[in-house]
């Protein structure tokens, strides 16, 4: 008989592992034996990728492992979320409006951002690459977002951030605005009116957290 | 004053002689569109008008770089698949509609151009080489980078899971990309001779923000080694080298692939910002020419004044590289910088990179 912290752990090291056979054969494991869903994506799933994000800051983990592992992840969480109770009372999670700025198409860097965000708690709405400024702007008004990221990797696509933030002042748009990607700085980012910036994806779910308040 | 003409300076490098000052190659491509007037897109789009806009850019700005044709999303064209020229708002470079590769099993049916003609890319390189040719400058087209030309020609985010779970497809579509370079750079010897070809190899998916120093050692040294063991069999006699972004963890694997090769031509590198050039100074200065590597954005966003200061910070680090020292960014000109951008570079070197 496996135990229920087994089966978490087994489910975190999937997670971390990058294994989704694993994981799926894990998340269906704790359904059967009646572990609670969000204990399980708790403390399996979230409790793996929050492994896989400090090893990724420490340069132990590169890109190619955080993608299996963001697979195996979603592997276990399509299992256990249609088991999860929706509690009326818990505080709504923030919501993200994420996106690459317009001219570019360089995703990977906004995809690992989304989710890590994801694992945070936040809600993630992903508007794609090479996205025009008002897209960012009408999509952040439409879902009332508290906030906008904007990732570039190209200095011609970077220049697209500071319409985004004007455009949103003007229309008094409560969202907050992060920045990233590899062109982009502490000093760029205070120059456009960004509210802040993330040098990597560790980071970026660091500043999303304190402008929320979370 | 200048006491040599840009092409005396640059040879005067070449040949390990000290020239009057420190040269410039400010890595303009896009950039150069503005001076002509034309759309960025066509300096990818069309070899003869980049070879137009890079001839009018150096003639005007009197720096040492010759026009020159490559890009970063080099692959899926020459592999059957589509891309797109850099048209559209925000563009900077040419990038990928259609990957060749989509699934493990397009590996296999995947065919490398042979050497007898250029292909994709490389027929607009033919076309901006032969201009450069006809008027004594070298032909600079791209020999790589292997891994990051075969992380587009497949659908990127499944190539650097296949490192995992597929390595042998993985190796594979290396294989087929590494010989499609050796291919063309064999075609452009064959119409040049080897002493007027100028290969660039460089690319930013094997960056450390992107993988580790092991699978740079698994999956992009081998075919590196592969390409470059054929470069020194042509005798091609120098290799532009631009490892982009933070390439820090791969160092040792440059370092290993010049000693096993016993290079004997000349490696002029141009890291990224983030590579400090102390670093490059210790490891290559001895045989290679070093390259400055001011940071792009700065130059975007920062003042004539300011970029002026940073390449002289620059210039003070690498003077006195014993192979040689060239002023460069740390990677692409960017083409939205301000026209008085170039000159801060050049201005900075008559001020501060003369040779006693």
Redesign the interface.
């Known amino acids: 008989m496996v135990s229920k912290e087994e089966i978490l752990e087994g489910l975190a090291k999937a997670v971390i592992d990058g294994d989704e056979v694993k994981s799926e054969e894990l998340a269906k494991k704790s359904l059967e034996v009646g572990i609670d869903p969000y204990e399980s994506l708790m403390k399996g799933c979230n409790k793996g990728m929050a492994k896989v994000s400090d090893l990724y800051e420490i340069k132990e983990m590169f890109v190619p492992e955080i993608l299996l592992s963001a697979d195996a992840m979603y592997a276990a969480i399509d299992i256990l979320k249609p088991h999860l109770k929706v509690d009326a009372s818990a505080k709504k999670p923030a919501k993200v409006i994420i996106g690459v700025a317009q001219g570019d198409i360089h995703d990977i860097g906004k995809n690992l951002v989304k989710m890590m965000l994801e694992v945070a708690g936040f809600i993630m709405i992903d508007v794609g690459k090479d996205v025009p400024v008002d897209t960012f702007v009408k999509k952040t008004i439409e879902e009332d977002a508290d906030i906008v990221a904007i990732s570039a990797l190209m200095t011609t696509s970077m220049m697209y951030m500071e319409p985004v933030i004007k455009k949103l002042k003007e229309n008094t748009a409560k969202a907050k605005v992060v920045i990233g990607g590899a062109p982009i700085n502490n000093d760029f980012a205070n120059k456009i009116g960004a509210d802040g910036y993330g040098k990597d994806a560790v980071e970026a779910v660091k500043v999303s957290k304190k402008l929320v308040g979370a | 004053m200048d006491k040599m003409t840009p092409p005396e300076r640059f040879q005067a490098v070449l040949m390990g002689e000290k020239p009057d000052r420190v040269p410039v190659i400010p890595f303009i491509l896009?950039f150069c569109t503005k001076i002509v007037g034309m759309p960025l897109g066509d300096l990818y789009a069309d070899g003869n008008k980049s070879f137009e806009a890079q001839f009018m850019s150096m003639r005007l700005y009197g720096y040492e770089q010759t026009p020159m044709y490559g890009y970063a999303s080099c692959g899926p064209w020459e592999f059957g698949g589509k891309i797109g020229f850099?048209y559209?708002?925000?563009?900077?470079?040419p990038?990928?509609i259609e990957h060749p590769v989509n699934e493990i099993g397009d590996i296999d049916k995947l065919e490398v151009p042979d050497s007898d003609k250029p292909v994709g890319g490389f027929v607009e390189a033919q076309k901006l080489c032969d201009r450069c040719v006809e008027m004594g400058m070298p032909g600079i087209f791209q020999g790589g980078s292997v891994f990051t030309a075969a992380a587009v020609v497949a659908d990127?985010?499944k190539f650097?899971?296949w490192?995992?779970?597929e390595p042998k497809s993985a190796h594979a579509l290396l294989d087929k990309v590494s010989q499609m370079f050796i291919n063309q750079i064999e075609y452009f010897v064959n119409r040049y001779g080897a002493d007027k070809c100028v290969v660039f190899d460089g690319g930013p998916v094997e960056a450390?923000?992107?993988?580790?120093p092991q699978?740079f050692e698994e999956f992009a040294f081998p075919y590196m080694m592969k390409v470059h063991k054929k470069i020194r069999e042509f005798d091609i006699p120098v290799t532009l080298m631009h490892p982009c972004?933070d390439q820090n963890?791969n160092i040792p694997y440059y370092i290993k692939m010049r000693e096993s090769l016993n290079w004997k031509g000349i490696y002029a590198w141009i890291f990224g910002p983030e590579t400090p050039l102390k670093t490059q100074i210790e490891k290559f200065g001895t045989h290679d020419i070093i390259g400055g590597n001011v940071d792009?954005?700065s130059i975007?966003?920062k003042s004539y004044q300011e970029v002026v200061q940073l390449c002289k910070e620059n210039i003070e680090q690498g003077i006195d590289n014993p192979r040689g020292f060239i002023l460069c960014p740390g990677c692409e000109f960017?083409?939205?910088?301000e026209p008085i951008k170039p000159m801060a570079f050049i201005d900075a070197a008559r001020q501060f990179g003369v040779y006693k």
């Open positions: 896009g850099p559209g708002e925000g563009h900077s470079a990038y990928v990127t985010t650097l899971k490192m995992k779970t450390n923000t992107v993988i580790s699978k972004a963890l792009p954005p975007q966003t960017p083409p939205l910088a």
